[in-house]
């Protein structure tokens, strides 16, 4: 049986609409599970955004305190001279003209412990080291307290970390009241073994 032209043209009319439906429908489908995994990953977006948006301040905060703490860090470092800047013999200098102008005399410094720094027996921190003096010095009560005061407000870091006094010269001390005192006294200090 053979079919008329006019039977042949609705056969492939219909089936040409069938598979026009058929791709149509698929179409509708696969687009429909694109959108769904777009959406999806759009949601994914808009979360990690706005939790972006919600640590960059707290990222602008923790910077700024970053810049703070290292400014800060540079001007303790400079309270800590490094270990050519602490030769002894300047040190000392320094220490007679804290005496000097407080009419005290500065009659022996000498170092008594140093520690700290790598491969130390007792480090502060691996980048100072801790040194520590016994100074003696003689002058009237007053004056020499106020020795002790300019060694603690001295601008490098400097720990009183004891002290004692005892009369040496009565001398005319019924006539004046002036006695002459000694003053023991140990200091710390540290230097930045780093720089």
């Given amino acids: 049986m053979r ?35 777009a959406r999806t990953e759009l949601a994914g977006i808009e979360t990690k955004l706005k939790t972006a948006s919600e640590q960059l301040p707290k990222k602008q905060e923790l910077e700024n305190d970053i810049v703070k703490l290292e400014e800060e860090n540079k001007e303790l470092q400079k309270q800590l001279p490094t270990k050519n800047e602490v030769a002894y013999e300047v040190f000392v200098e320094t220490l007679t003209g804290l005496s000097d102008s407080v009419n005290v005399v500065l009659k022996t410094a000498s170092i008594t412990q140093s520690s700290g720094g790598r491969g130390s027996a007792a480090p502060v921190t691996a980048d100072f080291e801790q040194i520590s003096y016994d100074l003696q010095l003689e002058g009237k009560l007053f004056d020499l307290i106020k020795f002790i005061s300019l060694l603690e407000e001295y601008p490098r870091f400097i720990k009183v970390s004891s002290f004692s006094f005892r009369p040496i010269k009565m001398g005319d001390a019924l006539k004046t009241g002036e006695i002459i005192h000694e003053l023991t006294i140990k200091i710390t200090t540290y230097v930045n073994s780093a720089k």
Avoid: C, M, P, Y
């Avoid at 042949?8 to 219909?14: A, E």
């Avoid at 609409?17 to 599970?33: D, E, N, P, Q, S």
């Fill in 3 to 37: 079919l008329s032209e006019k039977q042949l043209l609705f056969v492939t009319l219909g089936v040409a609409g069938v598979v026009a439906v058929t791709l149509a429908v698929l179409g509708i489908f696969v687009f429909r599970k694109n959108l769904s995994q």
